[in-house]
């Protein structure tokens, strides 16, 4: 899609030369290849690397008797490879940095969303069993009963923001790379033994 983008037709303009109208075909059609070669890479290890792994690890790591000595069963292992490879090969962090498609605005309301969540899953699984004393999770009803919903909301309103604000770099994968990426960071929580 280079020299100015789907659509550009700057190299067939009058008095452009049969080299130059031949070059820019030859770069649309590499752009385009890899492009599309790109996406199929980045699909194929978002959905075939979490079955890879949990296929070659092997199973008697995880069994019975050795549960109480392993802190981790296969499927939080799974989605932080899967996350840490697609991190990787899409440049996610890159991109959310200085990438300049991201729409700021929206990116910027995202991560704010997204900090209001943390703040109110800290004093879910922090604040309330450690200072205030309340262990059991079925208190939250009476304690304060609003904070699941507005985590809910906040949640999936952040995520639809993701997905806007980074979709001009990933296009159609977008949804998949904010997943797998969620998924990983979600199951790495698994490691902290306070939580």
Known sequence: MGMGGPGHFGCFAPGASLGAMA???????????????GCFILLAMACFIPLAIALTLPSDIFSSSNIA???????PVVWMAAAA???????????????????????NAALGL?????????YLAVYLPR??????CTAWEAYCPRVIPTITVLGI????????????????LTPLVLGVESLGALFSLHFIPWL
Not at 85 to 107: C, T
């Open 69 to 75: 000595s392993c802190p981790f069963s296969r499927l």
């Open 114 to 122: 997204l900090g209001i969540n943390a703040v109110l899953t800290l």
């Open 23 to 37: 070059m820019c075909i030859q770069l649309n059609t590499y752009h385009w290849q890899s492009d599309t070669m």
């Open 157 to 172: 309103l952040c995520g639809f923001l993701l997905v806007r604000s980074l979709w001009p770099v990933w296009g159609v």
């Open 85 to 107: 490879a697609v991190a990787k090969y899409a440049d996610v962090f890159g991109a959310m940095l200085h990438d300049p498609r991201v729409i700021r605005p929206v990116f």
């Open 131 to 136: 200072i205030v004393g309340i262990k059991d």
